[in-house]
């Protein structure tokens, strides 16, 4: 019987390096694709004053989150001295809404076990290849606010790669239209 897992495999040993480079690229590309567009930042006039907190996700456990509604954002930031400081918006998400007693604290709970984002790809790929670069920023939302709106706003201005259903109706079908949401 044939193993069609070992043929691909085989097959992707045999290419030549220069291809297996450019699959992985692609990969990549692939996986995480994004629009950088500068009208977008128009929206961060609609925000709320937030105070963000960072977290670098392989510190996580020892940093008490709050147990209060608020949105947050995956971002990967590549730190070495012969670089300036750097980051990606990769994720953005919310905490709790009007009637939700979910927190910052029990959502980010989520995202170290593979359980809380099993069902969403590109959140485990996200994890899975950029852990040792990854940050989570938070800000708290005071209770009664709608963090869903926030977050929609807050994926509208960076449209992350990882965020499929967080923005606004008109901002979707925009991004759908370029093959992005």
Not at 35 to 43: D, G, I, Q
Not at 101 to 107: A, E, K, Q
Not at 120 to 132: A, H, L, V, Y
Request: aromatic share 16%; charged share 15%.
């Amino acid at each position: 019987m044939i193993n069609l897992n070992q043929e691909i495999d085989n097959a992707f040993a045999a290419m030549p390096q220069i291809y297996q480079r450019e699959s992985l690229i692609a990969f990549f590309k692939e996986s995480f694709p994004f629009a950088l567009c500068p009208p977008f930042f128009a929206y961060a006039n609609q925000l709320p004053a937030l105070t963000w907190t960072r977290v670098k996700y392989s510190e996580y456990a020892t940093h008490a989150f709050p147990q209060q509604q608020g949105v947050y954002m995956f971002m990967v930031s590549f730190q070495n001295n012969n670089l300036p400081e750097n980051s990606y918006v990769m994720y953005v998400g919310k905490a709790g809404d009007i009637g939700s007693n979910n927190t910052i604290s029990t959502r980010f709970r989520d995202y170290v076990r593979p359980s809380g984002y099993r069902d969403r790809p590109r959140i485990g790929k996200m994890i899975e290849f950029f852990s040792d670069h990854l940050y989570y920023y938070y800000a708290t939302i005071p209770a009664g606010d709608s963090t869903g709106d926030v977050e929609s706003t807050l994926a509208n201005i960076f449209s992350p790669p990882c965020c499929q259903r967080d923005f606004t109706a008109d901002m979707r079908s925009l991004l759908r239209g370029v093959g992005l949401a």
